[in-house]
């Protein structure tokens, strides 16, 4: 296991940790692929169910590491390059996973970490943490799919707004503005992150997975391509076995009860 990346496992739900508390987690090209690593291989598990995400520390992660990228040999673009190979990796494959995403906001998610935190499907954030957009202020242009996330949580004009003066957003603005699922105190966004993951892993991943897919896609199809993308994901649930335990248990007025090790990506 790599010393970047902790990763624990308990119940079917997995505890990703960036573990460079020294550095505000920030993303070398080391951490970055070892993190695709990592999420590559718990999407593809069938005994994990749900992921949380957070960092050591103080920080989520404060985004890439500039000081390496400035010392590269042939100069930022060239890290910039080879950093985003990874990173971009990793956003693609939390919008991909057929599993719940959840990032435990423990301190500050500033620039790349920003967008990471964004591209997880629920963000549980301390009462102290701040969400720091972060690439206007050092001259950049917003990376790690954040141009992509942010104005689909918040708006265009809202993502703008946030984008082009860069101010610290705190935990209650955040909640406000649709940008995290909760705030809790300092502390607990950890246990909270992870009970709201063991609450997921015993629903149904199939569904989830399905419902995650058409709300995705449905900024990029008409009312009618959405419809049919509707009615095929609703037969694929109806006839998973997930599907048939969920109405047998509606009509016996009883609790599913799910296949645990069922987490496939549906067809």
Not at 25 to 42: F, I
């Amino acid at each position: 296991m790599s010393d970047l990346v902790r990763l624990e496992v308990q119940n079917q739900v997995a505890l990703v940790t960036l573990d460079r508390p020294e550095a505000f987690n920030a993303l070398d090209l080391a951490t970055a692929r070892d993190l695709s690593e990592v999420l590559l291989d718990l999407s593809s598990d069938s005994e994990i169910r749900a992921l949380v995400v957070t960092g050591a520390g103080r920080a989520f992660c404060a985004g890439g590491d500039l000081r390496r990228a400035l010392a590269h040999p042939h100069g930022p673009p060239a890290a910039f390059r080879e950093l985003a190979t990874f990173v971009h990796v990793c956003v693609a494959e939390i919008r991909r996973t057929p599993k719940p995403v959840i990032a435990a906001l423990n301190g500050v998610a500033a620039g790349g970490g920003f967008s990471l935190a964004l591209a997880c499907d629920f963000r549980i954030m301390a009462a102290s943490a701040r969400l720091v957009q972060g690439y206007t202020s050092q001259g950049l242009a917003i990376d790690a799919g954040g141009s992509f996330t942010l104005p689909r949580l918040v708006g265009l004009a809202r993502a703008l707004e946030i984008a082009a003066f860069d101010e610290p957003i705190p935990a209650d603005r955040a909640l406000a503005w649709g940008l995290v699922t909760r705030v809790v105190p300092d502390g607990a966004v950890v246990e909270e992150a992870r009970a709201m993951a063991a609450t997921l892993a015993q629903r149904s991943i199939h569904a989830f997975a399905s419902v995650k897919r058409l709300l995705t896609d449905s900024f990029d199809t008409s009312l009618e391509g959405q419809l049919e993308r509707e009615r095929e994901a609703l037969l694929s649930c109806a006839g998973h076995p997930d599907g048939l335990e969920g109405i047998r248990a509606f009509l016996e007025k009883r609790r599913p009860v799910y296949e645990r090790r069922r987490a496939a990506i549906p067809p």
